[in-house]
């Protein structure tokens, strides 16, 4: 375990608690994070874990290592011009918060002389954070140091995946395809079982078969050497059932109808960026 890195989060909701559940005992323990929230009964929640919690910015915030943002997009400034008096320069801050630029978060942040803050990480996690599972892109502004990276690479890491991008663009693509991806993943589970009901299993023989195809077909494409058209190939016989199935989906679009609603996820981060920063 990491001993210095202690965690304040910002807003104490889904995001928080998928990520708290995967480094508390991993990376700290539950007396190095700090949250602060509005609502009482989200902080009640919390003190249960034994995190010290307030329901606004206080001096504790100057002698955490990470801040994480964990708001709504809509009360990020707010949220983080109530911190910012408290901000000391090793600071190292990461928001979690859809479509917000870094730089305009950095900007929020600056001192008196005006200079923006920016040892600042953009994150975009998503809730598998919960169970170890997740899937975060990561990108730095030019303030983030070499130790920076580390604390936050050892701190996603610890929750799943953690891959580095470029830039804001990257991560609203990120956005689309991880941070909403379980939304994705869960409607299709939910549309299978749907299906199966519908054809004469019980709603427990779909939900238990619907499951393990999900984990059983990504854990298989995640081990294999095969190319995932190989993989649906494999299952595909000539003149068979999958065939005629796969015939449906390429009928009505399916492969163009994910990409829609991936553009119109990335397309929603751009106009969170607009209208909240
Ligand atoms: N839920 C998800 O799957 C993912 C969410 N995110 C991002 O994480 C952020 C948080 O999302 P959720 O956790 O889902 O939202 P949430 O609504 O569950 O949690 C946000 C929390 O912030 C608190 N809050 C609001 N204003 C505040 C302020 N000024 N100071 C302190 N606390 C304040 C609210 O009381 C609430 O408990 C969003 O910006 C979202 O874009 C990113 C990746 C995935
Ligand atoms: O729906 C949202 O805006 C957030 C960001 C990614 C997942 N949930």
Redesign the pocket.
């Known amino acids: 375990m990491t001993q210095e890195l202690t965690i304040a989060f910002?807003?104490?909701?889904?995001?928080?608690?998928?990520l708290a559940a995967g480094l508390i005992g991993k990376r700290c323990g539950a007396h190095d994070v700090h949250v602060?929230?509005?609502?009482p009964a989200?902080l009640d929640r919390w003190a249960q874990q034994g995190v010290s919690v307030a329901?606004?910015?206080d001096a504790t915030l100057a002698g955490r290592r990470v801040w994480i943002?964990?708001?709504?997009?809509q009360?990020?400034k707010?949220?983080v011009e109530?911190c910012r008096p408290f901000l000391v320069p090793d600071t190292l801050v990461v928001?979690?918060?859809?479509?917000?630029p870094a730089r305009a978060i950095g900007a929020w942040l600056a001192g008196p002389d005006g200079r923006p803050h920016t040892r600042l990480i953009r994150c975009?996690?998503?809730?598998p954070a919960l169970i170890g599972s997740g899937a975060s892109g990561l990108m730095a502004l030019d303030g983030v140091t070499q130790d920076d990276r580390l604390v936050a690479q050892q701190m996603l890491g610890a929750v799943g995946e953690a891959v580095w991008v470029q830039d804001d663009a990257q991560i609203d693509a990120v956005?689309a395809l991880s941070?909403?991806g379980?939304?994705y993943v869960f409607l299709f589970i939910e549309a299978l079982i749907q299906g199966a009901v519908r054809q004469g299993l019980t709603d427990d023989q779909a939900r238990t078969l619907a499951l393990a195809t999900l984990n059983g077909a990504t854990q298989l494409a995640a081990l294999s050497h095969e190319s995932l058209a190989v993989l649906r190939e494999r299952v595909t016989s000539k003149g068979g059932t999958t065939a005629a199935a796969l015939e449906v989906l390429d009928a009505r679009g399916f492969a163009a109808i994910v990409q829609q609603a991936m553009d119109a996820a990335r397309d929603r981060a751009a106009e969170?960026s607009r209208e909240f920063s």
């Open positions: 910002i807003g104490g909701g889904n995001m928080a608690t998928a602060i929230d509005k609502n989200v329901q606004a910015p943002l964990a708001v709504k997009p009360f990020l707010e949220a109530s928001s979690v918060a859809a479509g917000i975009m996690p998503n809730t956005t941070g909403s379980p939304a969170l």
